[in-house]
């Protein structure tokens, strides 16, 4: 039976609906009952809280949405669970498991305290040794065993692009949405480039990825890294990984063009395109540094030789910020110039990686 005592602040249905589900996951493990519920910081496509319990622990509880999550995010989560327990030298460091029920599409971990590292780049108080601490982790994850493991299935948008997306889908579009996506369509070279990074990564699905590494999947415990959300957790291309956080770096030094932040000049009330590419460049050249010192702490610690890897890894880059966009103009009525310029940056890095793979200086060991 649950009970739920003084929840502050009051519980949502969906709250209380997951308290009463959990409740019985927690009987089985010999824990206390649930006093409280609250929402996590950061709403996502899945259903999230923080529960303490009577005796004073918290744990965080995920509830997925089959409408926005993949079929196989559960198992994808509970295979990493094994994995972390049967390979500890492989796995990042992750809030453990408790225990989990498919029914209900409920997961219950072990609460973890610290900083989201979305908010900690956004204070300027990114650690120093991320992008060392980040190569690293990635490469013993990358050189884990792959029993088991479910090939990935390809995340870019190609069917999308050339025959368009559903009549559902389309009523849903935003106005930004409405003007992106036929600019996006119409794009030949695109789809093109498109096809052939889905080509490439289908060929070297060889490596377990975490498949979705963005800044709020780490997180920061008193010095030590943890990396959360295992639910795209597969057999898959490296370089996937790699790029995309990667691309997290790229996207954030442009968007920060527009800020203060990073020690820079206030930006002028009004750019033209000669300014705006100038303070662009700037913006990219500071963050250059560390995406060198996460490739060179990846390469340091991986033993796979893959000669093709760094330009895998910058098409990945550079369609990364173009989804970035896309998921903007899905918030928004008009997608703002710098997002446009985020994109176009993307757009090149994925035409031509060979080019920006030597600029961003992958492929450097």
């Given at each position: 039976m649950t009970v739920i005592l003084n929840p502050s602040p009051p519980a949502s249905q969906a709250g209380t609906t997951a308290a009463q589900q959990a409740q019985p996951l927690l009987?089985?493990?010999?824990?206390?009952?649930?006093?409280?519920?609250?929402?996590?910081?950061?709403?996502?496509?899945?259903?999230?809280?923080?529960?303490?319990?009577?005796?004073g622990s918290r744990i965080f509880v995920k509830k997925?949405?089959?409408?926005?999550?993949?079929?196989?995010?559960?198992?994808?989560?509970?295979?990493?669970?094994?994995f972390a327990r049967?390979?500890?030298?492989?796995?990042?460091?992750?809030?453990?498991?408790?225990?989990?029920?498919?029914s209900t599409g409920l997961l219950l971990f072990d609460y973890c305290s610290g900083t989201s590292l979305a908010h900690l780049i956004v204070q300027d108080a990114l650690p120093v040794s991320f992008a060392a601490d980040s190569?690293?982790?990635?490469?013993?994850?990358?050189?884990?065993?792959?029993?088991?493991?479910?090939?990935?299935?390809?995340?870019?948008?190609?069917?999308?692009?050339r025959f368009g997306v559903t009549h559902t889908r389309y009523l849903d579009f935003t106005l930004a949405e409405l003007s992106l996506y036929p600019t996006l369509q119409q794009d030949g070279e695109l789809l093109q480039a498109l096809e052939a990074l889905q080509d490439a990564e289908e060929t070297n699905r060889k490596s377990p990825i975490h498949g979705d590494?963005?800044?709020?999947?780490?997180?920061?415990?008193?010095?030590?890294?943890?990396?959360?959300?295992w639910e795209d957790f597969c057999l898959g291309?490296?370089?996937?990984?790699?790029?995309?956080?990667?691309?997290?770096?790229?996207?954030?030094?442009?968007?920060?063009?527009?800020?203060?932040?990073?020690?820079?000049?206030?930006p002028p009330e009004y750019f033209d395109e000669n300014s705006a590419t100038t303070m662009i460049s700037h913006r990219l050249a500071a963050v250059v540094p560390q995406l060198q010192e996460l490739w060179h702490h990846y390469r340091l610690n991986s033993s796979t030789d893959d000669s093709q890897l760094a330009l895998r890894v910058?098409?990945?880059?550079?369609?990364?910020?173009?989804?970035?966009?896309?998921?903007?103009?899905?918030?928004?009525?008009r997608l703002p110039g710098i997002e446009r310029a985020a994109a176009g940056i993307g757009r090149r890095a994925l035409l031509d990686p060979a080019r920006y793979s030597h600029a961003l200086g992958f492929g450097k060991d």
């Open positions: 009987d089985g493990l010999g824990r206390a009952q649930i006093r409280t519920v609250s929402p996590t910081q950061f709403a996502g496509r899945n259903g999230s809280w923080i529960m303490e319990l009577t005796d997925f949405n089959t409408s926005a999550t993949s079929p196989q995010a559960f198992a994808r989560s509970m295979n990493f669970s094994t049967n390979y500890p030298q492989h796995a990042p460091s992750t809030p453990k498991l408790l225990a989990g029920d498919e190569g690293r982790l990635l490469a013993r994850l990358h050189s884990g065993p792959t029993d088991g493991l479910e090939p990935a299935g390809s995340t870019l948008p190609v069917q999308m692009l590494l963005r800044w709020d999947q780490f997180h920061l415990n008193d010095s030590q890294l943890n990396l959360l959300d291309d490296p370089a996937r990984d790699i790029g995309t956080l990667a691309g997290e770096w790229i996207y954030r030094a442009v968007l920060d063009t527009v800020t203060s932040r990073g020690g820079a000049d206030s910058t098409a990945r880059l550079g369609w990364h910020l173009v989804d970035r966009s896309m998921a903007r103009a899905a918030m928004v009525s």
